[in-house]
């Protein structure tokens, strides 16, 4: 069984800073793309950021120059640091990842999500 456990969401005021983190554990032979969506209420949810197994990285417009993903390929774990941050910036965050367990198909597997919220 594999799953994805998030931390690091909370309550800070804009302009502060928030690491998220996200560990996938179980039965993992590979994992291929990770990244971070973002759902805030009465919206859809979104994509933010996205890193390869390579290390290349893509992100939303919205967040391009605040926020920052990298990953640990050891410890099968994605980051989003997340800096200049706005009240619109307040949603769930969830994080994916593209993953191959032992002896069966690549899925794309979803976090709990961790609630993110910015004061002004």
């Known amino acids: 069984q594999v799953q994805l456990v998030e931390s690091g969401g909370g309550l800070v005021q804009a302009g502060g800073s928030l690491r998220l983190s996200c560990a996938a554990s179980?039965?993992?032979?590979?994992?291929?793309?990770m990244g971070w969506y973002r759902q805030a209420p009465g919206k859809q949810r979104e994509p933010v950021a996205a890193?390869?197994?390579?290390?290349?990285?893509n992100y939303a417009d919205s967040v391009k120059g605040r926020f920052t993903i990298s990953r640990d390929n050891a410890k099968n774990t994605v980051y989003l640091q997340m800096n200049s941050l706005k009240p619109e910036d307040t949603a769930v965050y969830y994080c994916?990842?593209?993953?191959?367990?032992?002896?069966?198909?690549?899925?794309?597997?979803w976090g709990q999500g961790t609630q993110v919220t910015v004061s002004s």
């Open positions: 179980g039965s993992i032979f590979s994992i291929n793309d």
């Open positions: 890193i390869t197994s390579g290390g290349y990285t």
């Open positions: 994916n990842a593209d993953i191959q367990p032992y002896l069966r198909h690549v899925n794309r597997y």
